[in-house]
């Protein structure tokens, strides 16, 4: 099996397009990933941004250590050399982690928003504010570059989802009405309620290894959006993907491409009958790898059953037909699938967590102590962590563990949103 490639210049012509439609669905309910060529980034746009590439990753540590993860509650900023893991095994990658430059709006003493209905003292609206930029001085023209890269992919989003929305048969602009109210759509004016969607970017290297087995990224499912677009840097291969048969096949990288591949929340959203594929990075042995995953976001406060609702019934009924398919490598079950973790930006709360306790120890400790306290003994004590959760706030207390942490959030997260 390959990786098919889908032209979307076929997309341009009434006579062409139904079969670009057609692969565009076989593609999807089949392997869960897809080349897209002759789309609308333009070459100077993406070579902008990989020239720098080399750069950015040469930037001293002491402008890295400023710019690290650990002082953002947004989850943006650096990771050095293996500091993460898959199934509790190495990566051996850096990144930089950037997002659509957003203002804050998290406020734990706010009230509901008159119209929008909006909370914005819930623990998930955090994640929203803006990134942590290298100084002009080190990299001249680097965010103008970023931030043109973000908004061509932005655009290119957009218009894919468009053609699955006709793919599966779902009305035009129905996931547009996630992030503009129909109203809004009609006459082009933004309400006040209105807030843009949060995207996310990672700038990857891959250092050259001499193991031969080393992992750039262990098996995992995409769990950061609704979409991802992936532009490979150069020649260097690596990325693997999991197919319905269990094999592992290549996708390597294809001059003038995107790789595009369904997210954990699409998975969710269909029930399953869409795949969030499987995928590895194997860690390069020639040269380094360079690589550009752009995460199609949604609003943090949308619901997996507003998705659902939207899903023809000849999309859910594939479910029975992607049932029986073998699960391959042990993979933890997306938590999309869980009922407790309807609402997005929860799940991408507990996710971020999961992926980087320090930062979760470091900003949002005392947030989630202020939503358990007022919580009455008896629930307290429902998936509580060892020690008592308000003990982690006290003056000179330890720092909680991983699994008391992640047990802390699970708990202040369902009482924030008051479905314990």
Same mark, same amino acid.
């Given at each position: 099996?390959?990786?098919?490639?889908?032209?979307?210049?076929?997309?341009?012509?009434? #006579?062409?397009?139904? +079969?670009? %439609?057609?692969?565009?669905? $076989?593609?999807?309910?089949?392997?869960?990933? @897809? /080349?897209?060529? !002759?789309?609308?980034?333009?070459?100077?746009?993406?070579?902008?941004?990989?020239?720098?590439?080399?750069?950015?990753?040469?930037?001293?540590?002491?402008?890295?250590?400023?710019?690290?993860?650990?002082?953002?509650?947004?989850?943006?900023?650096?990771?050095?050399?293996?500091?993460?893991? #898959?199934?509790?095994? +190495?990566? %051996?990658?850096?990144?930089? $982690?950037?997002?659509?430059?957003?203002?804050? @709006? /998290?406020?734990? !003493?706010?009230?509901?928003?008159?119209?929008?209905?909006?909370?914005?003292?819930?623990?998930?609206?955090?994640?929203?504010?803006?990134?942590?930029?290298?100084?002009?001085?080190?990299?001249?023209?680097?965010?103008?570059?970023?931030?043109?890269?973000?908004?061509?992919?932005?655009?290119?989003?957009?218009?894919?989802?468009? %053609?699955?929305?006709?793919?599966?048969?779902?009305?035009?602009?129905?996931?547009?009405?996630?992030?503009?109210?129909?109203?809004?759509?009609?006459?082009?004016?933004?309400?006040?309620?209105?807030?843009?969607?949060?995207?996310?970017?990672?700038?990857?290297?891959?250092?050259?290894?001499?193991?031969?087995?080393?992992?750039?990224?262990?098996?995992?499912?995409?769990?950061?959006?609704?979409?991802?677009?992936?532009?490979?840097?150069?020649?260097?291969?690596?990325?693997?993907?999991?197919?319905?048969?269990?094999?592992?096949?290549?996708?390597?990288?294809?001059?003038?491409?995107?790789?595009?591949?369904?997210?954990?929340?699409?998975?969710?959203?269909?029930?399953?009958?869409?795949?969030?594929?499987?995928?590895?990075?194997?860690?390069?042995?020639?040269?380094?790898?360079?690589?550009?995953?752009?995460?199609?976001?949604?609003?943090?406060?949308?619901?997996?059953?507003?998705?659902?609702?939207?899903?023809?019934?000849?999309?859910?009924?594939?479910?029975?037909?992607?049932?029986?398919?073998?699960?391959?490598?042990?993979?933890?079950?997306?938590?999309?699938?869980?009922?407790?973790?309807?609402?997005?930006?929860?799940?991408?709360?507990?996710?971020?967590?999961?992926?980087?306790?320090?930062?979760?120890?470091?900003?949002?400790?005392?947030?989630?102590?202020?939503?358990?306290?007022?919580?009455?003994?008896?629930?307290?004590?429902?998936?509580?962590?060892?020690?008592?959760?308000?003990?982690?706030?006290?003056?000179?207390?330890?720092?909680?563990?991983?699994?008391?942490?992640?047990?802390?959030?699970?708990?202040?997260?369902?009482?924030?949103?008051?479905?314990?």
């Amino acid at each position: 099996m390959e990786i098919p490639i889908l032209n979307l210049s076929l997309a341009k012509d009434p #006579t062409t397009r139904p +079969q670009l %439609l057609k692969d565009l669905y $076989d593609a999807t309910f089949n392997i869960g990933f @897809v /080349y897209i060529k !002759n789309h609308s980034v333009p070459n100077f746009t993406i070579d902008n941004l990989t020239d720098f590439l080399p750069k950015l990753f040469d930037l001293p540590n002491s402008s890295k250590s400023t710019l690290s993860k650990i002082n953002s509650p947004h989850f943006v900023g650096y990771n050095g050399y293996a500091e993460e893991k #898959t199934l509790g095994k +190495q990566d %051996l990658r850096e990144q930089f $982690d950037f997002a659509t430059e957003l203002d804050v @709006v /998290y406020d734990e !003493n706010a009230q509901v928003e008159g119209g929008s209905g909006r909370d914005f003292s819930k623990l998930y609206w955090r994640l929203r504010g803006p990134n942590l930029w290298p100084d002009e001085g080190d990299l001249p023209g680097f965010r103008r570059v970023f931030e043109e890269y973000h908004d061509a992919l932005s655009k290119l989003s957009f218009e894919f989802v468009e %053609l699955v929305e006709e793919a599966f048969g779902i009305p035009k602009d129905t996931f547009k009405d996630f992030f503009v109210p129909k109203q809004q759509v009609s006459n082009g004016q933004k309400s006040k309620s209105y807030l843009p969607p949060q995207h996310r970017i990672k700038l990857l290297k891959y250092p050259a290894t001499s193991n031969p087995s080393g992992q750039g990224v262990g098996p995992h499912k995409d769990s950061s959006g609704w979409l991802t677009f992936l532009y490979q840097v150069g020649t260097e291969p690596g990325l693997e993907v999991l197919t319905k048969t269990n094999t592992w096949i290549p996708v390597p990288p294809i001059p003038g491409t995107f790789v595009v591949n369904f997210g954990n929340a699409f998975e969710a959203a269909t029930e399953g009958a869409v795949r969030a594929t499987v995928h590895k990075v194997k860690a390069p042995v020639e040269r380094d790898r360079y690589s550009i995953p752009f995460f199609m976001g949604l609003p943090l406060d949308l619901r997996v059953s507003d998705i659902r609702a939207c899903m023809p019934e000849s999309v859910r009924r594939k479910r029975g037909e992607v049932e029986g398919d073998s699960k391959g490598e042990e993979v933890e079950i997306s938590k999309f699938l869980d009922g407790r973790w309807d609402c997005l930006g929860e799940s991408q709360l507990r996710k971020w967590i999961r992926s980087h306790e320090d930062v979760g120890r470091k900003w949002y400790v005392d947030e989630a102590c202020i939503h358990v306290k007022s919580l009455p003994q008896r629930e307290r004590k429902l998936g509580c962590p060892s020690r008592h959760p308000e003990s982690f706030s006290q003056k000179d207390a330890s720092p909680p563990k991983p699994n008391e942490m992640i047990k802390l959030f699970d708990l202040a997260i369902l009482h924030s949103t008051k479905r314990v």
